[in-house]
Each structure stands twice: as C-alpha cells, then as structure tokens.
C-alpha cells in the first residue's frame, strides 16, 4: 500500500502592518539625536533634514511620525518637479530612501528652493550623508551643505531585544524574553537583520505549527547563515 505524502502546512501571508504611532517608537541612545530633531519641528535649525542611517534603523517610523504631526506630503524626486514644488508652496514635504531610488538632480533642487521660498519644511530619509550620494549638479550641492543632517547609529544589544519583541508583537506573536536575548547574543547587529530574523522564525513557526522556542530559534539562525531560504515542515 502507498502512503499518501506526508501534508505540508503552508504558511499563510499576512501583511504586518507595523505600528508607527509616537507610542510604539523605541527611543535608545541611536536614534536619540533623530528622535529629538523631529520632535522639535517647526523650529529647525534649517528647513531641510536628512536622517541618515542603515537600513531598518527607524528611519521610516521616524518619517511617518513626523509627517502625521505636520500633514507633510510625500513627494516623488522625479522631473519635471512640478507636483513636488507646487506640494513644498502648501505643505511640509517627505522625501524618503532618497539615495536608493533613480532620483532626479534638478527636481531635489527645485524642491529645496519651494521650501526656501514658501517657509516649508522637508525631511529626507538615506543610508548615507548627502556628501555621498555623488551629486553632479553643483548648486544642489551647495543647498545640501546647509541641511541639517542626523544620523541614526548602529543599535545595541538592548536596541535589537526591544525592536524584536515589537516585531513579534506587530505579528500578534508572544516570544519568551530568554530566546530574544538568545538570539540577540548570536545574531547580525543590524535592524535589517532583526527583520529578517523575526520573519523567518514567524514564517518557520507556522509551517511547523509549533511556539517559538530555542530549537526553532537556532534553526532559523542557521538557515540564515547557511542561505537556506525554503521553509520545510517537520
């Protein structure tokens, strides 16, 4: 007699939206100086910001915080920078992931001079300082000498443990505080991979249909490490 193949649990597909309320933002000693900046709008030193930091380090909560207290618009740095300079004369504007998408030169300067002109606000997200995102036209680069720029630093172990159960609890998943330091004590220093991690360990959790729990933990750390990606059931 042939035995039908064993059942594969699949994991079903949820968008987490993640919870970017002033309440749910972690305020640590790396993103101190961010969280400071945004709080203290409309009185900048400067009407453009750039928060600078690694991927996953805030930035986009950060951003979202600001632009519900100020009803900023987000804008697209694409030419002709007609919508986004007609946006700046009315409103705060938000530019996010600036030096990770094709953005166009004139259109940012454009942009800034309408902040300029109009008493507006704009705040920038980026991986890196505006010195790096190799600009060619010359008078952009004069305008975003005067910016203000922040950067958001690496996190610490006590950064990661926290953004963890955050990430879990966005999932509606409880995990025992003991396996978070676990897995903080082992894993990639960086937001990015907390994300990861906490994605995998929920997507791993499901197909097995178990609770998170130390065995699962560290074969979800060396699937990562062995770019594994597949998620197999029991």
Same mark, same amino acid.
């Given at each position: ?8 649990? @699949?994991?079903?597909? !949820? ?46 909560? @950060? ?45 940012? !300067? ?18 890196? !300082? ?16 005067? *910016? ?28 025992d505080d003991r396996i978070i330091h676990w897995l903080v004590a082992r894993m990639e220093r960086s937001l990015a991979a907390a994300h990861l ?6 997507? @791993?959790?499901? *197909? ?27």
């Amino acid at each position: 007699m042939i035995k039908p193949p064993p059942v594969r649990q @699949l994991p079903l597909v !949820f968008d987490h939206e993640p919870a970017t309320s002033r309440d749910d933002l972690i305020v640590s000693p790396s993103v101190h100086a961010a969280v400071a900046m945004i709080d203290k709008w409309p009185d900048w030193p400067s009407p453009v910001v750039v928060l600078a930091g690694p991927t996953g380090s805030g930035k986009s909560h @950060l951003a979202s915080i600001w632009a519900a207290r100020t009803g900023a618009c987000r804008v697209e740095l694409t030419a002709p920078a007609d919508d986004a300079v007609e946006a700046a004369a009315r409103a705060p504007v938000l530019v996010e992931d600036v030096d990770r998408r094709a953005y166009d030169e004139n259109a940012l !300067f454009h942009l800034i001079n309408s902040v300029r002109t109009h008493g507006s606000s704009v705040l920038m997200t980026a991986r890196r !300082f505006p010195s790096g995102w190799k600009i060619a036209l010359p008078d952009l680069a004069s305008r975003l000498k005067a *910016a203000t720029v922040v950067e958001i630093g690496e996190p610490d172990e006590e950064l990661l443990a926290q953004v963890m159960v955050k990430l879990f609890a966005d999932r509606q998943v409880s995990v025992d505080d003991r396996i978070i330091h676990w897995l903080v004590a082992r894993m990639e220093r960086s937001l990015a991979a907390a994300h990861l991690i906490v994605d995998r360990l929920d997507q @791993l959790a499901l *197909a097995r249909g178990t609770k998170i729990n130390r065995a699962l933990a560290a074969e979800a750390l060396a699937r990562m490490d062995n770019g594994v990606s597949d998620i197999e059931p029991s």
